[in-house]
Structures are given as structure tokens and as C-alpha cells.
């Protein structure tokens, strides 16, 4: 029960996040991220050292930091011009690192499974964040579908793995 309503909230938390966002809103939904992560840590207590997985949480930051300035530089994703980067996509980053410790374990195992997922899921959360006008894309859908479902295979696939060498897991267990 206490993982489906982990779900719950933190699919809510990307809404905020998203939708803040498109309205101006972003360092409230960032610290919000911030906070249910933490929370998260702390309900679910990882067997994992603290600071490094705060570590992490803030090398997932950066990496979507990294990808998203790459998707604008080559004209494939937009934002509000006034700022460099928003905040509250940094707080979606930031939602997405609390799944790896418990929920996205199953699929380290399954670098193919893991690919898939992020071609599949990826470009529909980017897609999503442009129906909801946090972000503004300029290539045609399918051409947009192929470039994210590539980068976001590659990096979910990527990301399990190293999360997984990161820490010396196997699995965890509770």
C-alpha cells in the first residue's frame, strides 16, 4: 500500500511541478520535490549511506540539467526565455531519483526491459510537460518521439546501472 501511494504522490508531484511551472511557479514546486525526496529517504529508510544518495539525487539533477540544456541548444525544447533553467523541471528531476532506491530495482537486472521503458515513458513525460505548457518543443511529433525515446532509453538503461554499481547492490530489501 505504502509503495502504490509513493506513486501516487510523486505522479502528483510531477503534475505540480509541470503545471507551476507553466504558470511562473517554479522554486515552490521544487522545494516541494525536495522535501517529499527527502521524506521518502526517511519513511522508507534505504539501506543505502545518506550522502550517498544525496550524491546521487544531485548527479540525477545535473544529468537532466546536461540533457535538457542539450534538447535546447539543438532547438528540440523550450522554456520561458527569462530564465536559464526552471526550477521546477529540476524538481522533476529531483521526484524521479526517489523511484530508484525501491521501485526501479526490478529492472536493473533487465538493461533491455529498462531501454524500453525509458523509450516508452520518457517522451511521454516530455510530451505531457508540453501539452501542459511548461515546455514548448518545435519538431514534428514523431520526429521529437524518436530523438527522446533514443536519449532516454540510453539513459534510463544507463542511469539503473550505475545506481546499481554506485551503491553495490544487488537487490534491496527491506
Not at 143 to 164: C, E, N, P, R, Y
Request: hydrophobic content about 55%; proline content about 5%; some cysteine.
Amino acid at each position: 500500500m505504502a509503495r502504490i501511494l509513493k506513486i501516487i504522490v510523486f505522479q502528483s508531484l510531477w503534475y505540480v511541478c509541470a503545471f507551476g511551472g507553466s504558470r511562473g511557479h517554479h522554486w515552490t514546486p521544487f522545494l516541494l520535490s525536495a522535501l517529499a525526496v527527502v521524506g521518502d529517504a526517511l519513511y522508507f529508510r534505504y539501506p543505502l549511506n545518506p550522502w550517498k544518495y544525496a550524491a546521487f539525487a544531485c548527479l540525477m539533477v545535473l544529468s537532466g540539467f546536461a540533457i535538457d540544456m542539450c534538447f535546447n541548444w539543438l532547438g528540440l525544447l523550450s522554456w520561458d526565455p527569462k530564465i536559464f533553467y526552471p526550477a521546477s523541471i529540476a524538481g522533476i528531476w529531483l521526484i524521479f531519483t526517489a523511484y530508484y532506491p525501491e521501485l526501479f530495482q526490478h529492472f536493473m537486472q533487465k538493461p533491455f526491459m529498462s531501454f524500453l521503458l525509458g523509450a516508452i515513458f520518457g517522451p511521454f513525460a516530455y510530451l505531457s510537460g508540453q501539452w501542459i505548457g511548461s515546455i514548448e518543443t518545435q519538431l514534428s511529433f514523431d520526429l521529437l518521439t524518436l530523438v527522446f525515446a533514443i536519449v532516454w532509453g540510453l539513459f534510463f538503461m544507463g542511469s539503473l546501472q550505475f545506481f546499481k554499481v554506485y551503491f553495490c547492490l544487488r537487490k534491496i530489501t527491506k
